[in-house]
């Protein structure tokens, strides 16, 4: 994708004020969509936008000033296909496979690349780093893929999702750094538990989160 000079220009947004790194943040990830676009269309998925990205489209007609990634979204499965359609393309030399480029990859859980409950398409070539998690938890810049999973209407919900979140939060534990926080309170509670989290696995933990979201996935589908 080429931009205009005039897009890395510091500017104010909606009384936000936008630095002109933010704008080459941006200008990655809309880089990075494009090719998440291009993949989806060779392989006749789905997505759709989500989260901040799409409150951002709607809102602000663009990001949202403060913002600085992008979320897309698809059925499960769809989500299943693009990931074959990248581990396929990962073992090809040719950048055209699959419409995925050989400098970017689709990390997730599955072959132990992301340690989440979602995948996530990344820049190789543009590292970021989130304050208080590890040095090696994702380093890249890159778009969050989100599957979309079918759920039960009643009671058996609100315990699945009960579940989710007890193992998102003990995932999100082992992932922090010791002695991080914003309360000391918060710091010695991480301390103590971080160690149960790094016997258990990030990664297990990860795809726990995915076997829990998946168990009602066959169910009624009427709306």
């Not at 759709?48 to 698809?74: K, S």
């Not at 890159?142 to 009643?154: K, S």
Request: charged share 30%; with cysteine; proline share 4%.
């Amino acid at each position: 994708m080429k931009f205009d000079k005039s897009f890395f220009e510091a500017e104010v947004r909606d009384g936000f004020y936008v630095t002109s790194e933010m704008k080459q943040v941006w200008a990655a990830q809309l880089e990075v969509l494009n090719d998440v676009d291009k993949a989806c269309r060779e392989n006749g998925i789905q997505y759709f936008a989500e989260w901040g990205t799409l409150l951002g489209a709607v809102r602000h007609h663009g990001f949202i000033p403060w913002d600085d990634d992008m979320d897309v979204m698809m059925l499960r499965e769809e989500y299943d296909k693009l990931l074959k359609a990248a581990e396929k393309a990962a073992k090809e030399p040719s950048d055209s496979e699959g419409g995925l480029k050989t400098d970017r990859r689709v990390m997730s859980p599955y072959d132990h690349t992301f340690a989440r409950n979602f995948a996530r398409y990344v820049r190789c070539d543009y590292t970021t780093h989130e304050e208080g998690y590890e040095e090696d938890d994702c380093p890249w810049i890159g778009i969050d893929i989100f599957p979309i999973v079918f759920v039960p209407g009643d009671d058996r919900f609100k315990k699945q999702m009960k579940q989710v979140r007890f193992w998102r939060k003990m995932l999100l534990f082992s992932l922090t750094v010791p002695n991080s926080g914003k309360s000391k309170a918060k710091k010695i509670a991480k301390n103590i538990i971080l160690p149960f989290t790094k016997l258990i696995g990030s990664y297990d933990m990860a795809l726990k989160m995915d076997k829990i979201a998946m168990k009602y996935a066959d169910g009624d589908r009427t709306y």
